[in-house]
Nanobody, 112 residues
Framework: QVHLVESGGGLVQAGGSLRLSCAAS????????MDWYRQVPGKQRELVAV???????NYADSVRGRFAISRDNAKNSVYLQMNSLKPEDTAVYYC??????WGQGTQVTVSS
């Protein structure tokens, strides 16, 4: 069974940085495309960043140049480095696999 556990969320001031982690079990992360999504109450879940099996990355326009997705095959984990955070980045962030599995989410709150 596939499990994803996110961590690293928290409260940060605008302009600050956070690094989210997604630890996977039951799946080898390098063999699947892995994503980060985020969701604000009352809105649809939004795709933030993707890393393919070959390491190709892609980002939502709203975060390109500020966020970076990466993968550590030895730790079987995926990360989201978030820099220059803005209040509009406030959301619950979810890790997701191409298999359709979701983590429980981690809250990111950016104060102005």
């Amino acid at each position: 069974q596939v499990h994803l556990v996110e961590s690293g969320g928290g409260l940060v001031q605008a302009g600050g940085s956070l690094r989210l982690s997604c630890a996977a079990s039951g799946i080898i992360v390098r063999t699947y495309s892995m994503d980060w999504y985020r969701q604000v109450p009352g809105k649809q879940r939004e795709l933030v960043a993707v890393i393919s099996t070959s390491g190709i990355t892609n980002y939502a326009d709203s975060v390109r140049g500020r966020f970076a997705i990466s993968r550590d095959n030895a730790k079987n984990s995926v990360y989201l480095q978030m820099n220059s955070l803005k209040p509009e980045d406030t959301a619950v962030y979810y890790c997701h696999t191409a298999l359709g599995t979701w983590g429980q989410g981690t809250q990111v709150t950016v104060s102005s």
